[in-house]
């Protein structure tokens, strides 16, 4: 069993930074690989980026690339995820997820634990 809680989201203007963390409990952290997901309103739950277990691989969404970078520190049981140039359209609810190394990134039915997830909003 593993539980995610992530923290980190905000109000930003646009063109700021921000990092989120997602908190994971349980000794098996180190054995999933970790995602990062959006929801932005009235729209579906995307994927936003992904990382190994061991962070030797890593995914990003193509409307996150170049300004997103996900990182891990299976020492801390954290997967963050760090923001910059943020746009308008990043605003969403973000959540983090924890699969096994043999699903798919976009499949969310593949993830095994979510977390709550974190308001990021950024205004214009």
């Known amino acids: 069993q593993v539980q995610l809680v992530e923290s980190g989201g905000g109000l930003v203007q646009a063109g700021a930074s921000l990092r989120l963390s997602c908190a994971a409990s349980g000794r098996t952290f180190s054995s999933y690989a970790m995602g990062w997901f959006r929801q932005a309103p009235g729209k579906e739950r995307e994927f936003v980026a992904g990382i190994t277990s061991n962070g030797g691989r890593i995914y990003y969404a193509d409307s996150v690339k170049g300004r997103f970078t996900i990182s891990r520190d299976n020492a801390k049981n954290t997967v963050y995820l760090q923001m910059h140039s943020l746009k308008p359209e990043d605003t969403a609810v973000y959540y983090c997820?924890?699969?096994?190394?043999?699903?798919?990134?976009?499949?969310?039915?593949?993830?095994?634990?979510w977390g709550q997830g974190t308001q990021v909003t950024v205004s214009s």
């Open positions: 997820a924890a699969r096994s190394p043999l699903g798919n990134w976009y499949v969310q039915n593949d993830y095994d634990y």
